[in-house]
């Protein structure tokens, strides 16, 4: 049974920084695509970034790209979400997701259906606030 559990989220004003934490138990995430997705009350669910195994290829929804960092440190079993020049849009529960088929993501922009589906596993999820 794998655990994604999710810290780091709080209350900030906008163009603050958060870094949030995904950490994994029950199993290693090192062989694993990681995303990161949010959602506010209302609407459904949406893509992030995503990071492959080795930390080296990366996607981004345009909405974060250039605020945005996703990284993993796999001798942690830890994947993390650095988000500077927050937003008040940028408000939502974050949440980190596995995908135990793939060692590399699938490309957003290429998957035509529900991305989130792709990921098996999920945290509990985070609350990010930012005033403005």
């Known amino acids: 049974q794998v655990q994604l559990v999710e810290t780091g989220g709080g209350l900030v004003q906008a163009g603050a920084s958060l870094k949030l934490s995904c950490t994994a138990s029950?199993?290693?995430?090192?062989?694993?695509?990681m995303g990161w997705f949010r959602q506010t009350p209302g609407k459904e669910r949406e893509f992030v970034a995503a990071?492959?195994?080795?930390?080296?290829?990366?996607y981004y929804d345009h909405s974060v790209k250039g605020r945005f960092t996703i990284s993993r440190d796999n001798a942690k079993n830890t994947v993390t979400l650095q988000m500077d020049n927050l937003r008040p849009e940028d408000t939502a529960v974050y949440y980190c997701?596995?995908?135990?088929?793939?060692?590399?993501?699938?490309?957003?922009?290429?998957?035509?259906?529900?991305?989130?589906?792709?990921?098996?596993?999920w945290g509990q999820g985070t609350q990010v606030t930012v005033s403005s």
């Open positions: 997701a596995a995908d135990p088929k793939r060692v590399l993501p699938i490309a957003p922009e290429s998957y035509h259906g529900d991305y989130s589906s792709l990921y098996d596993y």
């Open positions: 029950g199993r290693t995430l090192s062989s694993w695509a």
């Open positions: 990071i492959d195994w080795h930390g080296i290829m990366t």
